[in-house]
């Protein structure tokens, strides 16, 4: 079997607070927008019988309070999901109603060493103070992480990072890891268990989320990770991924590949069982797993239904 880890990264989106929006819109737009969020998402997952991993920020709660951190976890928690430690950076030294004005560095690795752990035990606490079980998986905002995250997160007591993503490789995701590692590897005292990626041409590639691959690549890459005998699938998606930027619509083409991600994962699941990082499931580490090979036709016709994405979906109102 491939265990898959089905992730859902879920935060506070800085373009909501920038806009100077009440707390309460913030969280609409962000967390449940257009009746796609992370509500429609667990109840889709209950009706496949799927479990996921909700990377959660409480970050927000820098300027907000720890109410906002429970008002996120509350649904996920409820629901028998699972949540790990998710974090942006720059809520920290933000000033509610300022527009955005003030902030923290964007990314985690414009942070030494000390910095970073600093901000990563923060977030930890508020965390637990929002009802969860302590951490042992983390993913950077923006998969921004490097080695000192890693040791940051060891010293920490965390034992898995998914941060690494080749596709954003050496910039913000700047692990000391070749771009095409995908399977789960021991590095710097954790596990890391990459993203998953495909090439969508020769030598460039492009990571498994929902957003960046069409229904056909997102089956091609479960049979050929099946097929392969693959480590791990790891695939990302976000609570407001579904909705269209503004927070105010569905976007129908990623609520389709949602649903048809949740059913080929059904389907599949004797094969590529999803899996939660608190059921440490065994893993084979170090594995020399490969993305799937490019096909022209196939890159193409995801093109055109990206277009249609963002000329037609992303207008809905």
Same mark, same amino acid.
């Given at each position: 079997m491939t265990p898959v880890f089905l992730t859902v990264d879920t935060e506070l989106m800085w373009r909501h607070h920038a806009?100077?929006?009440?707390?309460?819109?913030?969280?609409?737009?962000?967390?449940?927008?257009?009746?796609?969020?992370?509500?429609?998402?667990?109840?889709?997952?209950a009706r496949h019988d799927l479990k996921a991993c909700f990377f959660v920020d409480p970050m927000p709660a820098a300027i907000h309070g720890p109410d906002v951190v429970k008002r996120i976890v509350a649904p996920i928690l409820?629901?028998?999901?699972?949540?790990?430690?998710?974090?942006?950076?720059?809520?920290a030294g933000a000033v509610a109603g300022d527009g955005g004005a003030a902030h923290g560095v964007f990314e985690l690795v414009d942070l030494n060493r000390a910095g970073q752990q600093a901000l990563l035990a923060q977030a930890i606490d508020w965390l637990v103070a929002a009802g969860c079980e302590r951490p042992i998986a983390f993913r950077a905002g923006s998969y921004a992480a490097n080695d000192d995250t890693i040791d940051a997160l060891v010293a920490l007591g965390l034992d898995y990072d998914s941060s690494h993503n080749g596709s954003a490789h050496p910039w913000p995701s700047? !692990? =000391?890891?070749?771009?095409?590692?995908? /399977?789960?590897?021991?590095?710097?005292?954790?596990?890391?268990?990459? %993203? *998953?990626?495909?090439?969508?041409?020769?030598?460039?590639?492009?990571?498994?989320?929902?957003?960046? !691959? =069409?229904?056909v690549e997102m089956r091609? /890459?479960?049979?050929?990770?099946?097929?392969h005998d693959h480590?791990? %699938? *790891?695939?990302?998606?976000?609570?407001?991924?579904?909705?269209?930027?503004?927070?105010?619509?569905?976007?129908?083409?990623?609520?389709?590949?949602?649903?048809?991600?949740?059913?080929?994962?059904?389907?599949?699941?004797?094969?590529?069982?999803?899996?939660?990082?608190r059921d440490r499931p065994a893993l084979v580490l170090g594995q020399a797993d490969r993305p799937l090979p490019p096909r022209r036709t196939r890159t193409a016709m995801r093109r055109v239904e990206q277009l249609w994405s963002n000329l037609v979906a992303e207008r809905a109102r």
């Open positions: 806009a100077r929006r009440p707390l309460d819109e913030q969280v609409a737009r962000s967390i449940d927008p257009a009746g796609v969020g992370i509500g429609y998402q667990l109840d889709m997952l409820a629901a028998g999901q699972e949540v790990q430690l998710h974090l942006h950076p720059n809520w700047g !692990l =000391s890891l070749p771009a095409d590692s995908i /399977a789960p590897m021991l590095h710097r005292g954790l596990i890391e268990c990459p %993203v *998953t990626l495909i090439e969508e041409a020769p030598g460039r590639l492009r990571h498994f989320q929902i957003c960046a !691959l =069409s229904t091609d /890459a479960l049979d050929h990770a099946a097929r480590a791990a %699938v *790891t695939i990302v998606s976000h609570g407001f991924e579904l909705a269209t930027r503004a927070g105010t619509a569905p976007n129908a083409v990623h609520v389709r590949r949602f649903e048809a991600l949740c059913a080929m994962l059904a389907e599949r699941r004797l094969a590529l069982p999803t899996c939660w990082y």
